[in-house]
Nanobody
Framework: QVQLVESGGGLVQAGGSLRLSCAAS????????MGWYRQAPGKQRELVARISRGGGTNYADSVKGRFTISRDNAKNTVYLQMNSLEPEDTAVYYC????????????????WGQGTQVTVSS
């Protein structure tokens, strides 16, 4: 079994900051791409930011210059530093990871965390 456990969500005022973390654990052989997505009430889940194993990144236009994604490959952990938060950033944030796992044979993996709520008040 492989688990993605997120932390760091909460309530913050507009202009504030939060840092999300997501740690992958279990029978992991290798984690390649990792990313953060979000889903606001009544809307589809959307990409926030992704990072490759080598550190290449891409961001949604709405968060460029405000959010920074990073990762620690040794810890199979991805982070999302969110600054200058806006009420429009309010959503459930989900971690995604892709790679190879051994459960009980070697196979590809594409999994999601349980989500963490981020609420930005105006």
């Amino acid at each position: 079994q492989v688990q993605l456990v997120e932390s760091g969500g909460g309530l913050v005022q507009a202009g504030g900051s939060l840092r999300l973390s997501c740690a992958a654990s279990g029978s992991i052989v290798r984690i390649d791409g990792m990313g953060w997505y979000r889903q606001a009430p009544g809307k589809q889940r959307e990409l926030v930011a992704r990072i490759s194993r080598g550190g290449g990144t891409n961001y949604a236009d709405s968060v460029k210059g405000r959010f920074t994604i990073s990762r620690d490959n040794a810890k199979n952990t991805v982070y999302l530093q969110m600054n200058s938060l806006e009420p429009e950033d309010t959503a459930v944030y989900y971690c995604n990871a892709q790679g190879m796992v051994f459960t009980p044979t070697l196979k590809g993996y594409d999994g999601w965390g349980q989500g963490t709520q981020v609420t930005v008040s105006s």
